[in-house]
């Protein structure tokens, strides 16, 4: 969000269903602003399911006339891979790149719980989240992007900028410098919609 700079950055979170949390808009600060409320239970309902935000990204980019956008989603992973498949062709076939940050480890970690605790299975087992590497290679290939760990956003908040404008994103990469992300690493560039699976498997962020 800092690098945004003047581009028009746009945040859409996700769970059964999709939400426009800002339209676009050149103010990035009350974007970020509106990071530190969300939270998975303040949904209505949970779930993951990907096309409804993919879908919602793509109308927020037709209507303020974007014809090459950015669409970057942060999650471990999705419930509808067909639907979420066929809503990443079309943000392609519609001049959008969609490229795709992966949250969390393959070997997985423990879901938090509202109070505290740890989500547990019928069998009292403590679940875990763990992200589906594979799966989102394939929606990134689909959707014209590639898949990007934590460790790289550096280089993709660079793509972005470059993206956005060649000349401009020239001269902001001299100034950039990333010294931590805070857990999902949440952040928007251009045009960008933000979605995450974040710690509720299968959250939102």
Not at 47 to 66: E, F, I, M, T, Y
Request: glycine content about 10%; overall charge positive; proline content about 6%.
């Amino acid at each position: 969000l800092t690098a945004a700079g003047d581009a028009r950055v746009a945040l859409v979170v996700f769970g059964d269903d999709a939400y426009t949390v800002t339209p676009l808009t050149r103010d990035a600060a009350t974007v970020h602003a509106l990071l530190s409320p969300l939270k998975p239970d303040i949904l209505p309902t949970p779930g993951d399911s990907l096309a409804p935000a993919l879908d919602q990204a793509g109308k927020l980019l037709r209507g303020s006339a974007v014809s090459h956008g950015q669409v970057v989603v942060l999650t471990d992973g999705f419930d509808d891979p067909a639907a979420a498949f066929s809503a990443a062709r079309r943000l392609r076939q519609s001049g959008a790149t969609l490229r795709v940050v992966a949250i969390g480890t393959q070997k997985g970690a423990p879901l938090p719980g509202g109070t505290g605790s740890f989500v547990r299975d019928a069998e009292g087992r403590t679940r875990l989240a763990r992200v589906d590497l594979e799966r989102l290679m394939q929606l990134a290939a689909i959707g014209g992007g590639r898949l990007t760990r934590l460790n790289e956003l550096p280089i993709l908040i660079k793509t972005l900028l470059t993206a956005d404008n060649p000349r401009r994103g020239a001269q902001r990469q001299q100034n950039i410098q990333v010294s931590q992300w805070r857990d999902a690493g949440i952040w928007l560039l251009p045009i960008v919609f933000l979605c995450a699976a974040f710690l509720d498997r299968r959250g939102w962020v």
